[in-house]
Structures are given as structure tokens and as C-alpha cells.
């Protein structure tokens, strides 16, 4: 896997590397596989950031009759 904070010129990548761009060397994990664990996490944040609210509108619920 190709280093993240180099950068390749156009004129360093050889002709005969099928699987090298100009940007670099293609990611491993790209495809559906990395799709699907993107769709996943982004399933599971957006869960546990409506269970955090509802906690959060609880404890105003809640406050607010102890007044």
C-alpha cells in the first residue's frame, strides 16, 4: 500500500504498471467490500446519534418535572 504523504509525479509512474495510476497505486480494499462497510458504519452512527438525543431529551424530560 502506497504511502499516504508522498506524492507521485506524472513522469515517476512507468508505463508498464497496469494497476498504477498518475495519483498512485490503486487501494486494496476498493469495491463493493469498502461500500459495504461504509453503508454500515454510517447505519450505526446515525443510530447511536438518535439514541444519544433521546438520552439527552430525557434528562430535559426529566429535569423539567422535578420543577
Known amino acids: 500500500m502506497a504511502d499516504p504523504t508522498t506524492t507521485v509525479s506524472p513522469a ?21 467490500w469498502a461500500n459495504k462497510r461504509v453503508y454500515l458504519r454510517l447505519v450505526i452512527y ?3 446519534i438518535h439514541v444519544f ?14 420543577k
Open 53 to 66: 438525543a433521546g438520552f439527552i431529551m430525557l434528562l430535559f424530560e426529566l429535569g423539567s418535572r422535578n
Open 12 to 32: 515517476a509512474v512507468t508505463p508498464g504498471a497496469a494497476g498504477d495510476t498518475a495519483a498512485g497505486p490503486k487501494t486494496m480494499d476498493a469495491g463493493k
Open 46 to 48: 446515525t443510530a447511536g
